[in-house]
């Protein structure tokens, strides 16, 4: 796949006089087995004191970095400095001794442990073999109150929530007496609470002359905390920028390399595409010229709440028809729940999350046996828990899983292509399959859907999340498939591959498939959907019409409430 | 059966159920350390014989017996360098390799017996160790303290071994390798190293294990430990990776098997049924392995090689 940036390695912000930068790469170049160059020529340089945001989209190249400053990866080429002086880490240790220490997105914890002896793990301040617990966890609860990272310390990591964990590993940074800290994302995992309460803890740590290196590929997010901005694009550094002298639209167009405009989707005017703010009061609108109203806007009035399937002039393609299912665990999780969906059309499945979306997204796809009613395709009813019979009536699942369930990671993208195609395709002879025959057709999907890999024998592991899903996206649709069922298909996706996916089915829609779009990002399921039905407790609480609605309205249905 | 419940009888069948203990715990201690870092040992019991047919030998042309506990160990721990190549350096499949461990020994034990011995000779078994004052208690005395040093030596290391995994940066970093040992890599714990020394010890134990099975008997013969270091295995799940829980299940074989015996001499047991009253000890640990094993987690990446990177 052609990379088309015309940026290259660009200097970072000021390279005045005065103190060397806290950390800083040069040239920095990571390649990886199966010709991946995670890193291109990479420049970034960070002061001490000043919180540094990485920004890019998923797989541009911004862990892989992190992963070379803290000594996890060796670079291929180029130099890495702390305080001016070129260092050479050969493990994450000789980094800490440097005084620079990651907190992963996967938290590197040891569940049955304890706080404290997590935080001490590798580490002793005294030295010795002794280990004592009150020592340690009283030096663990002074560092906890000055930077507000409360955790007990005497807590098993395994009673602990994601944020809390979260904070054990952000303690053990503090208490290796980091000078720089660089976080993975991570504000992935926390409540918004959580969220202020981290970047409270980050500002005290700067204020004290740390360097926290903040990597996100949320505009809000880095609009609020960072001092000052480098973004990288496919492997490349493309520029640094001040905080105070840009803004959310510059550093999309920056981020993704293209006016996110011109990949804007159709339903714009459809319905109000609010941005729930997500942090602070900065929130900026990421699309620099479609109209974002604010959240709260009310568009019209409330629509027909009915919970019946509606009934104008062409037949449902899909429809169902009081169908009642059971969890996981036998427990009834859908009741009665009776929705059609037209040609062309796109039905949003609103609601908070674990109210019966993956179970009815199941159900549709045959992955899941119905108790009770009747899925129909057309005129053509489906037999309960026939995932087979479901694909043969042309029905294609995102599922919201993608790496359990989308796809066999370790298998090519080929394979993987074919994996529903094997029946019906040209790439086989009898029981043999035409590998040959199976990788053009790859290549012809990979180009069409933008797919981004080695090639067509690149193992989907290696992929990044976005072009995973574009795998799955290629195989699902490439069909040209009368029900689309797509659950949560932009989660963890970054903005470009988000709206990429949305385009798709979109695209999917006008070539007349029926589409239901599971989602628990209300904006996503607002812009795109044509009527919205919301999920409560295994039942349909109502059905809008998605220009005729409100967020409170929505919401109040979403809680139970209407 | 009225016989059994007389106070020399029932304190002679504890005394020999903690003799008969002694092997297994020793065996099942150096295992739970192993597996603790992640390193579960199916080859325990090759090693075992091993070692019981080194020590044998040695005894048997040096009279020393001494040497001969000493042998057993070494032979334990090179066959820890073996084992720990193999799983750990290797990355092997450690449930083949374990097997393949287990047959050369089971092999090689038989093959040098009969080479090397041919005719069995019963050697000087372990004289027992009567502790000043407390052998003298009434009851326990004789039940407890008129052991030989190998079965004290065993039991101390019990609280030696928690001490070492519940209160020692050592015994921390064999569980973070054994539970996440991607975390224990990122703060700098060598992985490799860790699991290296947690086999070298845990086969320098399965060593002594073999030799103080064979002090007991007084004899070697083929296949002496009749699959007692799949048991110690075994016990391994069943005390829950604790040193504790370890001691507790091999008492209870040991205890188990002493009282089969005992009945067996008394009569209690028909001769007919001899061989599958045996059997006993084994089932009942397997029985209780089934109620106390699955409540408690094993090592999150027990028998996982460590990969780093993606």
């Known amino acids: 796949m052609a990379t088309h940036v015309e940026t290259g390695p660009a200097p970072a912000g000021t390279a005045t006089a005065g ?7 040069s040239g920095v170049t990571k390649r990886f087995t199966g010709g991946v160059v995670a890193n291109d020529r990479v420049t970034f340089e960070s002061r001490r004191g000043e919180v540094h945001a990485l920004l890019g989209e998923n797989g541009a190249g911004k862990t892989t970095l992190c992963n070379i400053l803290t000594g996890l990866y060796r670079p291929d080429e180029g130099d890495i400095s702390i305080d001016g002086r070129a260092v050479h880490f050969r493990s994450p240790h000789d980094a800490h001794a440097a005084g620079i220490f990651m907190v992963h997105q996967h938290l590197s914890l040891v569940d049955s442990l304890t706080v404290a002896e997590n935080v001490v793990l590798g580490w002793s301040r005294t030295g010795g073999v002794r280990y004592s617990p009150h020592r340690v966890e009283a030096e663990i609860t002074e560092i906890a109150e000055r930077y507000h990272v409360r955790v007990d310390p005497r807590a098993r990591v395994w009673q602990l929530s994601l944020g809390e964990r979260q904070r054990v590993d952000i303690l053990k940074a503090l208490y290796r007496d980091a000078r720089i800290l660089i976080l993975d994302e991570p504000t992935t995992v926390l409540t918004p609470a959580e969220i202020e309460q981290l970047f409270s803890s980050v500002r005290e740590m700067v204020a004290g002359d740390r360097t926290v290196v903040f990597i996100s590929h949320k505009l809000p997010e880095v609009l609020e ?51 729930a703010p997500l942090v602070g009061p900065r929130t900026g609108s990421f699309f620099p010229t479609g109209g974002v109203p604010t959240a709260g806007t009310s568009v019209a009035g409330i629509g027909d709440a009915s919970g019946a399937v509606d009934s104008p002039a062409p037949a449902p393609m899909l429809r169902l028809d009081a169908v009642c299912a059971d969890g996981d ?96 395709g040209a ?29 067509p024998h690149a193992l989907v592991r290696q992929l990044s999340g976005g072009n995973v899903q574009k795998v799955v996206l290629a195989r699902e649709l490439s069909s040209e498939p009368r029900v689309v069922i797509a659950a949560s298909p932009t989660r963890g996706l970054d903005v470009g591959a988000t709206e990429y996916v949305r385009s798709v089915l979109v695209g999917a829609a006008e070539r007349g498939a029926a589409i239901m779009l599971i989602s628990e990002d209300l904006d996503e399921i607002v812009e795109l959907s044509d009527r919205i039905a919301v999920l409560y407790e295994g039942r349909v609480a109502g059905i809008v019409d998605a220009g005729r609605c409100t967020y409170e309205e929505l919401g109040l249905m979403m809680a139970g409430a209407a | ?50 070692s019981a047919f080194t020590s044998y030998y040695v005894a048997l042309n040096t009279g020393n017996l001494g040497l001969a506990v000493l042998s057993g160990v070494g032979v334990g721990f090179l066959m820890g360098i073996a084992t720990a190549f193999i799983s750990v350096t290797l990355k092997a499949e450690q449930g083949i390799s374990g097997i393949g461990v287990y047959l050369f020994g089971l092999g090689l034990s038989d093959l040098l017996f009969v080479k090397l011995v041919g005719t069995p000779l019963p050697i000087a078994s372990l004289p027992a160790f009567r502790i000043p004052v407390l052998a003298d208690i009434p009851i326990l005395g004789p039940m407890l303290f008129q052991q030989t040093l190998l079965v004290y030596f065993a039991f101390l290391l019990v609280p030696v071994v928690t001490f070492i995994l519940d209160r020692t940066t050592y015994g921390m970093k064999i569980k973070a ?30 060593g002594l294990a073999g030799t103080s099975l064979l002090l007991y008997d007084g004899i070697f013969q ?16 069943f005390g829950a990776w604790t040193a504790v829980g370890v001691m507790g299940g091999s008492l209870l074989y040991g205890l188990v098997a002493a009282v089969v015996l005992a009945w067996k001499a008394l009569g209690i047991i028909p001769l007919s049924a001899s061989d599958l009253a045996a059997t006993a000890p084994a089932v009942l640990t397997v029985l209780a392995l089934l109620w106390v094993g699955r409540r408690f987690r094993q090592p999150a990446v027990l028998g996982k090689p460590y990969e780093r990177g993606e």
Not at chain 1, 388 to 408: K, L, N, W
Not at chain 2, 8 to 32: D, R
Not at chain 2, 193 to 206: D, E, K, N, Q, T
């Open chain 1, 19 to 25: 103190p060397p930068p806290a950390v800083a790469a």
């Open chain 1, 225 to 275: 905390i960072a001092d000052r901005v480098t973004i990288l694009r496919k492997g490349r550094s493309v520029t640094t920028v001040e905080r105070a002298g840009t803004d959310a639209s510059q550093l999309a167009r920056l981020m993704v390399g293209h006016d996110l405009a011109e990949g804007r989707v159709r339903r714009a005017t459809a319905g109000s595409g609010s941005q």
């Open chain 1, 329 to 424: 665990f036998g427990r009834q999780v859908l009741f009665d729940v009776t929705l059609g969906i037209r040609p062309g059309e796109i039905l949003g499945i609103a609601g908070v999350a674990g109210n019966g979306q993956r179970e009815l997204a199941e159900v549709i796809a045959g992955l899941r046996p119905h108790t009770k009613g009747s899925v129909r395709v057309g005129d053509e009813p489906l037999t309960s828990g026939d995932a087979r019979g479901a694909i043969e009536r042309g029905i294609a699942f995102v599922p919201e899983d993608r790496m359990g369930t989308g796809v066999s990671p370790s298998l090519s993208v080929t394979e993987n292509l074919i994996l529903k195609a094997y029946r019906s």
């Open chain 1, 427 to 455: 790439a086989h002879a009898g029981p043999v399959l035409l590998m040959s025959r199976a990788d053009a057709e790859a290549v012809s999907l990979m180009e069409r859907f933008d797919i981004r890999a080695s090639g």
């Open chain 2, 1 to 50: 059966m009225s016989q059994f419940f007389t106070q020399a009888i029932l304190t002679a069948t504890v005394a020999s159920g903690i003799a008969l203990a002694t092997p297994f715990l020793l065996a099942s201690l150096g295992e739970t350390i192993g597996q603790r870092s992640g390193v579960i040992n199916l080859g325990l019991d090759g090693i075992m014989l091993l």
């Open chain 2, 177 to 206: 390798a054994g539970e996440n040992p991607a975390a224990a890599d990122s703060l700098g714990v060598s992985v490799a190293r860790i699991r290296w020394s947690a086999v070298l010890i845990g086969c320098s134990m399965a």
């Open chain 2, 222 to 237: 083929q296949n002496l430990t009749q699959s007692e270091g799949f048991i110690a295995v075994a016990l391994v799940y």
